[in-house]
């Protein structure tokens, strides 16, 4: 196939992740719009950072008065995953150069990457089809929010900032039931996380999800992490 045609088999191969993530980026829009975010600001954080979770997390965090510098170290660490999984990608993928691998970098989030590791042809056109696809439908739907918020009723608008837990949920769930390992190192990441809250604030994340990170590294099987059976 030509470039052309395997960036478009690419795209068919992304589309799942639009069902996805048009209504999580109308749920981004809710928050960051009631955080204080202009449209332009709401949809420009889209196309630049694009890093889901982590702009959610952001808006959450700006609409709760916390620092910059705490909403950039908590992405920071939040997003460390896409350096390993941009790494991986890069390492793969076939036919590619400096630019293309710029902007590969740019859209990996966990959906591309998991949908493109299932893929048996591992062209660079093919993972930016699939990448690409989600990430335009990212922004259309927190587009779509900037648009329609103001004329939904307040019930409906408030019900999206549920978006955050509904994601997390969705991440963790399937690994909690392959690992009981993974469940207790969440169990005890969340609860680090409530009670440092009451000292430290808004960083308790970050610092709840370092602990979490390192005390990972002695109860979870490196089988586990390896991909083998836990």
Request: net charge negative; charged share 10%.
């Amino acid at each position: 196939m030509s470039r052309r045609e395997k960036f478009i088999d690419g795209c068919r191969k992304g589309i799942p992740i639009t069902f996805g993530y048009v209504p999580m980026g109308i749920g981004y829009a809710a928050i960051a719009i009631k955080a204080g975010m202009t449209p332009l600001q709401t949809v420009s954080m889209s196309v630049l950072v694009y890093a889901g979770a982590g702009q959610i997390i952001a808006a959450s965090m700006l609409l709760s008065g916390a620092t910059a510098m705490a909403i950039i170290l908590t992405n920071f660490v939040v997003n460390l995953r896409y350096f390993v999984m941009s790494t991986c990608v890069l390492n793969q993928v076939e036919e590619s150069n400096t630019p293309l691998n710029i902007l590969a970098a740019h859209v990996t989030v966990d959906e591309s990457f998991a949908m493109f590791s299932l893929s048996e042809d591992s062209n660079i056109w093919i993972y930016l089809g699939i990448a690409i696809i989600a990430w335009l439908s990212w922004i259309l739907g927190a587009g779509i929010g900037v648009v329609v918020l103001d004329l939904l009723p307040v019930i409906v608008t408030n019900s999206f900032n549920i978006s955050l837990y509904a994601l997390f949920v969705a991440i963790l769930i399937p690994s909690i039931k392959e690992s009981k390992q993974i469940a207790l190192l969440v169990l005890i990441t969340a609860v680090l996380n409530v009670v440092l809250g009451q000292f430290l604030g808004n960083w308790s994340l970050i610092v709840s999800t370092l602990v979490g990170a390192a005390i990972g590294m002695y109860i979870v099987d490196d089988e586990y992490i390896l991909g083998g059976d836990a």
